[in-house]
C-alpha cells in the first residue's frame, strides 16, 4: 500500500462514518455526497489511469457503491471514454440517491448490461460493494471479484475494496485486488491493517467538501513523521550520561542470550544514556564484545537496582520458573515497564500475573504479536486478527496499558481507547529479532523522558521509516535484520531531530566556541 496523501489524518469505522454523513446531511445547502465522490473517482481515472487508454469497466454493484460507480461512468462517458457498466442490482430496490445516479447514466445515453465483456478494457472500475459490507461474498460476485483480479488491467476501487471490511481489514471470502483505491470522507482501518494494504494499492482520499473532525471528532489517527520529529528535545551541551536515563533490559535465557543483547543494542543507540542488560541464562556473558557499551549483569542484579528509567521484560526472556520470578519482580517496579515476548506469555499464562499487572500505577506498554495477544485475551489469534481495533482497546482497558499490537498495520491504542495505525515499514520486518528491537527502541525513548504516548507511536513509526529506509537501500526486503533496523533508526531519529525540525543539516560546533 502506498498512501497518495498526508499522515497524521482520523481514522473513522463504519458506524462512525455513517454518523457524519447523518450530520452532512443536516447541513444547508444539503451537499451531493454521490455526486461528489463520482466525479472525483472519475477525475482520478481521467487523469491518472487512463493517460493512453479509452475504454473503461465499471462494475456497479446493488448499493450505494453501484450508486457512485453510476456517476463515475457518467463523467468517464461525458469526456467520450468508452464505458461499458456492468449492474449488478435491481433498480428498484436502489436508494433514492443511488436511483437517481442510475436514472441519470441512462439518460446520457448509457447502458447497464449483465453479462462480461469479451474484449479487454484499459480500467477496471470496482463499485461493486462500499464500506457497509458485512457478509462473505459468494456466487456471481464471487465470480466476477475472481475475473477482476485476473485482468491485467489496473483497478480502481470506490471507497473500498469490494469484500474488504472497512472496520478490520479483513477478507470477506474474496476481495478485488486494486491498483488505486480513491477512499472518501475519511480513512478506515480495513484500509490500513491486516489485509488492507495488500489490497488497496495506492490509497486516495477525498473529503467531499467535508470536515470531518468538524462534525464528529476521531478517537483514530493515522501514523505521521511529526510523531518523530517531536518525541524529543535537541540534546544540552550540558548535559551528561545520566541525563539521557537508565534503561534495564531483563531476558537472555540459555540460548536466546540474543535477544536481550539486541534490545540493549538497540537503547543504547536510540539514545539510552546507560543500558544495564539483565540474563537469566546459565551461559550468560560478561561482555558483549560487539557492543562493549553495554553492562550485563545476571538478571537479578537488574531488577534490585534503584532508579532504572524504564524497564524493558521479556526479550529472550523464555517460560522457566527463573524467568516467572523475573516477571513477577517486574511488576512490581515503579519504572515504567515495556513487556514483550514471553514475558506477555506468562502474563497470560498465569491469573496473579495478570492481576500484578493490571495493579500496577506506574505506566505499562504492552507490545504483543497476534498470538501474544490471544493469551493476554485469553482468546484464539483468529479472534484477534479477525478485529484487530477491538482486540488492541480490549488488551488496553483490560491492563490498563499502553498496547502495541504487531502486525501489517501495527495498530497502537491507549487505556482511554483512542488508537493510531502505523502506515510505515514493509515485509522486511518478518524477521527475527524485529520485536526485540522495537522494545529497545521504546525503552530508549521512554528512559529519555517521552511519555508514553508519545514514545508508542514515535518508536513503531521508526521502526517501520528504518525497514522503509533499507528497502530503497538493498532494493527490496529480502534479508533485512534486526541488527541493521537499529542503525538505520538512529540514522532516522537524529535526523528527524537535527535536521527536519531545525529546516537542514547542523554543524554540531556551530553554536559553540571556538579556539
Not at 467535508?210 to 464528529?216: I, N, P, R, V
Request: hydrophobic fraction near 45%; glycine fraction near 12%; include cysteine.
Amino acid at each position: 500500500m502506498q498512501l497518495a496523501l498526508a499522515a497524521g489524518l482520523p481514522i473513522y469505522l463504519t458506524s462512525e462514518v455513517r454518523q457524519i454523513e447523518a450530520l452532512a446531511a443536516s447541513l444547508q445547502p444539503v451537499p451531493g455526497l454521490m455526486e461528489r465522490a463520482g466525479l472525483a473517482a472519475a477525475e482520478l481515472a481521467r487523469d491518472h489511469l487512463l493517460a493512453s487508454g479509452r475504454s473503461v469497466l465499471v462494475l456497479a454493484g446493488p448499493g450505494n457503491n453501484g450508486g457512485d460507480g453510476f456517476v463515475v461512468a457518467r463523467h468517464l462517458k461525458s469526456w467520450w471514454y468508452q464505458v461499458t457498466v456492468l449492474f449488478t442490482g435491481d433498480r428498484a430496490r436502489l436508494s433514492a440517491e443511488a436511483a437517481a445516479a442510475h436514472d441519470a447514466w441512462l439518460a446520457a445515453g448509457g447502458q447497464s448490461i449483465r453479462e462480461l465483456p469479451r474484449r479487454p478494457v484499459d480500467l477496471v472500475v470496482d463499485a461493486l460493494f462500499g464500506i457497509g459490507l458485512e457478509r462473505d461474498i459468494a456466487g456471481r460476485h464471487a465470480e466476477l471479484i475472481d475475473f477482476v483480479n485476473r485482468q491485467r488491467a489496473p483497478v480502481l476501487a470506490i471507497d473500498i475494496p469490494s469484500g474488504l471490511h472497512a472496520n478490520t481489514g479483513r477478507t470477506l471470502g474474496c476481495a478485488v485486488r486494486a491498483a488505486h483505491t480513491i477512499t472518501f470522507i475519511a480513512l478506515k482501518p480495513g484500509l490500513l491493517t491486516l489485509d488492507g494494504p495488500d489490497l488497496c494499492g495506492k490509497v486516495h482520499l477525498c473529503n467531499l467538501g467535508l470536515d470531518a473532525q468538524t462534525l464528529l471528532p476521531a478517537s483514530g489517527e493515522l501514523l505521521a513523521e511529526h510523531c518523530v520529529t517531536t518525541v524529543l528535545p535537541r540534546r544540552p551541551r550540558n548535559s551528561h550520561k545520566g541525563t539521557f536515563g537508565s534503561v534495564g533490559i531483563v531476558g537472555g535465557a540459555t540460548g536466546m542470550t540474543g535477544a536481550a543483547l539486541l534490545a540493549g543494542r538497540a537503547a543504547l543507540k536510540l539514545g539510552g544514556g546507560r543500558v544495564y542488560v539483565g540474563l537469566v541464562g546459565s551461559d550468560a556473558p560478561s561482555l558483549d564484545v560487539a557492543q562493549p557499551e553495554l553492562m550485563l549483569r545476571i538478571a537479578s542484579e537488574v531488577l534490585a537496582m534503584e532508579g532504572l528509567s524504564c524497564l524493558v521484560l521479556g526479550p529472550g526472556l523464555s517460560k522457566s520458573v527463573a524467568a516467572f520470578d523475573a516477571v513477577e519482580r517486574a511488576l512490581q517496579a515503579k519504572s515504567p515497564v515495556v513487556i514483550d515476548a514471553d514475558a506477555l506469555n506468562l502474563i497470560g499464562g498465569h491469573g496473579d500475573l495478570r492481576d500484578a499487572c493490571v495493579a500496577r500505577t506506574a505506566a505499562t506498554i504492552l507490545t504483543p504479536h497476534p498470538a501474544e495477544a490471544a493469551r493476554l485475551l485469553q482468546s484464539g489469534t483468529a479472534q484477534v486478527q479477525a478485529d484487530r481495533i477491538t482486540a488492541a482497546r480490549e488488551l488496553a482497558a483490560r491492563y490498563r496499558s499502553h498496547v502495541v499490537l504487531k502486525g501489517n498495520g501495527t495498530v497502537m491504542t491507549q487505556p482511554d481507547g483512542r488508537y493510531a495505525i502505523n502506515p510505515s515499514g514493509n515485509p522486511g520486518l518478518a524477521s527475527a529479532g524485529m520485536g526485540d528491537a522495537l522494545s529497545g527502541f521504546l525503552g530508549a525513548l521512554v528512559a529519555q523522558g517521552a511519555a508514553p504516548e508519545q514514545a508508542v507511536p514515535a518508536a513503531v513509526y521508526l521502526h517501520g521509516v528504518a525497514a522503509d529506509r533499507l528497502w530503497q537501500e538493498l532494493s527490496g526486503p529480502v534479508g533485512i535484520t534486526a541488527s541493521e533496523i537499529i542503525d538505520a533508526a538512529r540514522a532516522v531519529l537524529n535526523e528527524a531531530i537535527y535536521q527536519a525540525r531545525l529546516g537542514g543539516p547542523v554543524n554540531p560546533t556551530s553554536a559553540g566556541m571556538h579556539t
